[in-house]
């Protein structure tokens, strides 16, 4: 008889392991020698192929829960299994476990978007978290499904559980606001009972600093030594003899003297003169373009140096708070009086209704009431540069940066007028954006334009044509799909 040259069907192992062999091609891809464009569409196929797969596991590891498959094949459990396999923390097999029972069973919608590789698999939890908040009602939970499936085509995970949260309050009134008061007075009563800060040798020279703390602790230290890392240029070419100058001349002036200070300000100036364009500095990868040459991490930790230079430089007394800290913080009146609901900082961290009552004992309250007769938020013509009042009012509209997909607290941002003051648009309200420092850059420097929507007054993007021909305005980062 004759083969009639049939081949079996591959198992779905094979396939996958063929899939795997043909990605794990591409690492042998010169990407330098590849255009931008390219760049960023592979990043997003690759994770649109992520999602895919996990939403092939998840369905594989739902039937091999149900089945005991695995432990057939001498695992204690399903979760053991995927965890070992995974080489993931422990517990994260568990997490699997449920995710794909949900994703096959009520939240198949949310499964389909997943292997559709519209949503990430964090994002998938996310929803189903969400759900599982509200009342065991197949209507309610399938409305909530819905809008957070559309949340997600253009909120990342971090985001995307903000507007659960919101959601699950409005679509269950009768939940307990007290409830999330009560969990945050827990979670800052730990972080108190457990702060700590350790200042030891490694053992190379230096000194390793680590610590923890609660948030509103963290606000306050934020708050003193943001100011003091903003970066700092210097005249082309002199960066090094300038940064070490500057820094000698704090620690001179803080140590207690005018000899130390001008010791220090007269090396500055020495550093400037003989620096050169590349002679006298130490700084590693340095261009001597005159930017500050420090790293975020670096200035943070100059800043603290900084800071603790300029307090043993005052007369303060032991007994004596010092300068009160200056926080702004945004939360409803009557939710401060009722100690219900949260409070937000500059900074983007969530403060218990208790921990602001405290501040308030000791730090400068700023109230934003926007509009109100006490504050003017249009200053027009007469000034450039925008008053509090108005930063204040900017910052609760806001929130943070702005350009889609940004969320960079409103300290690291710029007030950026939509027309600019020089072609005579107006320092008001109507006519500003909080940009962070990139994209306030991004926005002067490319075709990338914004403007503020007419109907609500809050800033629409315009992408460039060869991202949007139709250049239709957004909000949010583009979605994935």
Not at 147 to 175: C, F, I, N, V, Y
Not at 180 to 189: A, G, K, S, V
Not at 422 to 438: E, F, I, Q, Y
Request: with cysteine; charged share 25%; hydrophobic share 40%.
């Amino acid at each position: 008889m004759k083969a009639t040259g049939f081949a079996p069907p591959p198992t779905a192992s094979a396939v996958v392991a063929d899939a795997r062999r043909q990605v794990a091609g591409l690492a042998e891809v010169i990407w330098a020698a590849r255009p931008a464009g390219e760049l960023v569409a592979t990043v997003t196929e690759l994770e649109r192929l992520r999602s895919v797969l996990d939403a092939v596991e998840l369905a594989v590891v739902a039937e091999v829960e149900a089945t005991g498959a695995a432990r057939t094949e001498g695992w204690a459990s399903t979760k053991d299994f995927v965890t070992a396999v995974a080489g993931e923390r422990k517990g994260a097999g568990g997490t699997a476990v449920r995710l794909a029972s949900a994703l096959s069973g009520d939240r198949a919608a949310t499964g389909a978007a997943l292997a559709a590789g519209r949503i990430s698999r964090a994002q998938a939890q996310v929803i189903v978290a969400t759900v599982d908040l509200l009342p065991v009602n197949a209507e309610l939970r399938a409305t909530a499904e819905a809008m957070m499936l559309a949340h997600a085509r253009t909120l990342d995970a971090s985001d995307l559980r903000k507007a659960g949260l919101s959601l699950a309050a409005h679509l269950d009134p009768e939940g307990d606001e007290r409830e999330t008061e009560r969990r945050l007075r827990r979670e800052e009563r730990a972080a108190h009972l457990g702060r700590f800060l350790t200042i030891s040798e490694d053992g190379a020279g230096g000194v390793r600093i680590k610590g923890r703390t609660t948030v509103e602790d963290a606000a306050v230290i934020k708050a003193a030594l943001f100011p003091l890392a903003a970066p700092v240029p210097t005249a082309p070419g002199s960066c090094g003899g300038a940064n070490s100058g500057a820094a000698d001349g704090a620690k001179g002036g803080a140590a207690g003297g005018a000899a130390g200070g001008a010791a220090g300000a007269a090396r500055g100036a020495n550093g400037r003169t003989n620096g050169g364009a590349n002679a006298g500095c130490a700084t590693v990868g340095c261009a001597h373009d005159g930017r500050d040459p420090r790293d975020h991490g670096a200035r943070f930790l100059d800043a603290l140096v900084e800071a603790c230079h300029r307090l043993l430089g005052t007369d303060v007394l032991p007994t004596c708070h010092g300068t009160r800290p200056r926080l702004t913080l945004t939360m409803s009146y009557l939710d401060l009086l009722d100690l219900a609901g949260p409070a937000t900082t500059e900074t983007g961290e969530s403060l218990s209704a208790g921990a602001v009552r405290r501040l308030a004992c000791d730090a400068d309250v700023v109230p934003v009431v926007l509009g109100g007769a006490s504050e003017v938020l249009d200053v027009g013509r007469a000034h450039r540069l925008v008053t509090p009042a108005l930063w204040r009012a900017l910052l609760v509209r806001d929130e943070h940066c702005r350009f889609p997909g940004c969320t960079r607290a409103p300290i690291a941002c710029d007030a950026h007028h939509v027309r600019s003051w020089l072609d005579g648009g107006p320092t008001s309200l109507d006519n500003l954006v909080l940009l962070c420092r990139a994209h306030h850059t991004t926005i002067h420097t490319t075709p990338w334009q914004v403007r503020l929507n007419p109907v609500d007054r809050r800033p629409d993007f315009v992408p460039p044509p060869r991202l949007d021909p139709e250049q239709r305005p957004v909000r949010h980062r583009p979605p994935r799909e």
